[in-house]
């Protein structure tokens, strides 16, 4: 994506978790991270004005519009192993899969898939520091739209988690879509 153009991520039938990374394209090592996001929102929910920041605290992305109102910053992604552990049983390569298979063609790999955005999945977090992976609230055609702040590689992974409320145990289509105002 180049600066200024707008990622529309779409929740086509509702309770859809959408796994996303970006990475700056002037520096593929200055990415995503979780922890700066949640400092500098202040918050561990991400919504409408919430921002996605670097490892060097550069400003990605900015959701501009957000129909859901409230995604996730610390689930991290689903995998053969963990669901291995956490099943019994697996989905094949998951959400940890995916991104390295779309990740390598950049010369990138697992060293790079790091905590993600979870969009349109719901985590509360408990008083107690308890959560889990509650029903989605995403509605269909729920949807959200992010500016990209600076030049990026962006990549996702439309959750293929059958085994639990990331994908409603139904995982279904969705839609992105990049365009410009
Ligand atoms: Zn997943």
């Not at 153009?5 to 309770?15: F, K, M, P």
């Not at 989905?91 to 898939?113: I, P, W, Y």
């Amino acid at each position: 994506m180049r600066k200024g153009e707008i990622l529309r991520l779409v929740d086509l039938e509702g309770q859809q978790a959408i796994d996303f990374l970006c990475f700056s394209a002037d520096d593929l090592a200055d990415r995503y991270n979780a922890a700066n996001t949640i400092k500098l929102n202040r918050n561990i929910y991400l919504g409408k004005g919430s921002e996605l920041w670097s490892v060097r605290a550069r400003k990605m992305m900015t959701i501009i519009e957000d129909t859901c109102g409230s995604h996730d910053t610390l689930y991290g992604c689903c995998s053969v192993e963990v669901d291995d552990i956490r099943f019994g049983k697996n989905n094949g390569r998951g959400c940890q899969g995916n991104f390295e298979f779309e990740l390598a063609k950049h010369g990138l790999s697992e060293k790079d898939v790091v905590a993600n955005v979870n969009f349109f999945m719901y985590v509360p977090v408990e008083a107690s520091g308890d959560l889990a992976i509650a029903p989605g609230i995403s509605k269909p055609t729920d949807y959200v739209d992010l500016r990209a702040e600076m030049d990026l590689l962006a990549v996702l992974s439309n959750c293929p988690e059958a085994l639990n409320n990331a994908a409603g145990f139904k995982p279904t289509p969705i839609r992105a879509i990049v365009y410009s105002l």
